[in-house]
């Protein structure tokens, strides 16, 4: 569980988030969407700590927090092995065991034949299950997500999407994905946020469970009624897929 209360966070003389308030219940997957450059990482910078907001609170009983980024981020003089290591060293000072934690989500990952590979030896996609597999193996409470997909192809999308559900059901936590593709915002979260305006604030909530999602006709209703709401904000071109 968390909440961000009455946020207000500026750069300079832009206002950000003015009195921003969201509250997330403990293995609810959340989507943050809506246009580029309103605030929608600063959200999740706060939430993870690396932004102390002007004003406002934040509350959480998350003690561990993982973090998943548009580009995987990984070092490159480590192994995929070694990259996935690296989150365990604040928990674990036991390297046997540590290794033991990462050879388990290997398979899970389609990466148990790669464990000595370098980041220069990998495809794109292959770099981002090491930077997916490297947040699940400290089994988080919260994961951020920061359109960690964005950069793929539509094919190669689809199978990182289904990976993370996989991965979802192997360790449930509480999830916060930014995104600005509708489809993969109804695919893969129990609520979207609809989110414009500076500063930042939540123009639609919208709540839905797995099996709603799997009907046709429920998913053309929501994407229209997020098309409706955006078309008022002035805000649809380049955002509905």
Not at 19 to 33: Q, R, T, Y
Not at 97 to 125: C, D, H, M, W
Not at 211 to 217: C, K, S, V
Request: hydrophobic share 40%; aromatic share 6%; net charge neutral.
């Amino acid at each position: 569980m968390f909440e961000m209360k009455n946020i207000t966070l500026n750069y300079g003389e832009l206002k950000v988030l003015g009195d921003f308030s969201i509250k997330g219940e403990a293995e609810e997957s959340i989507c943050l969407f809506g246009p580029s450059g309103i605030g929608k990482t600063s959200i999740l910078n706060v939430l993870a700590g690396i932004l102390n907001p002007d004003s406002g609170s934040v509350i959480s009983d998350n003690k561990r927090i993982a973090y998943v980024f548009q580009e995987p981020r990984l070092l490159p003089w480590m192994t995929v092995e070694e990259n996935m290591e690296v989150g365990l060293f604040s928990l674990d000072s036991d390297a046997t065991r540590r290794k033991k934690t990462v050879r388990q989500l290997l398979p899970k990952i389609g990466l148990e034949a790669f464990e000595n590979y370098y980041p220069e030896q990998l495809s794109g996609g292959m770099k981002q299950r090491v930077s997916i597999g490297r947040a699940f193996v400290i089994q988080p409470d919260l994961l951020l997500l920061d359109e960690p997909f964005s950069g793929l192809d539509e094919a190669l999308k689809i199978e990182m999407q289904d990976l993370l559900l996989t991965l979802k059901n192997y360790h449930s936590c509480t999830t916060i994905m930014v995104t600005h593709d509708l489809q993969e915002a109804i695919k893969l979260s129990d609520r979207i946020l609809v989110v414009n305006g500076r500063p930042c604030r939540i123009i639609l909530d919208i709540t839905s469970n797995p099996e709603e999602r799997r009907q046709p006709l429920y998913k053309n209703e929501l994407v229209e009624r997020i098309k409706l709401v955006m078309h008022k904000q002035k805000i649809t071109k380049g955002m509905i897929s």
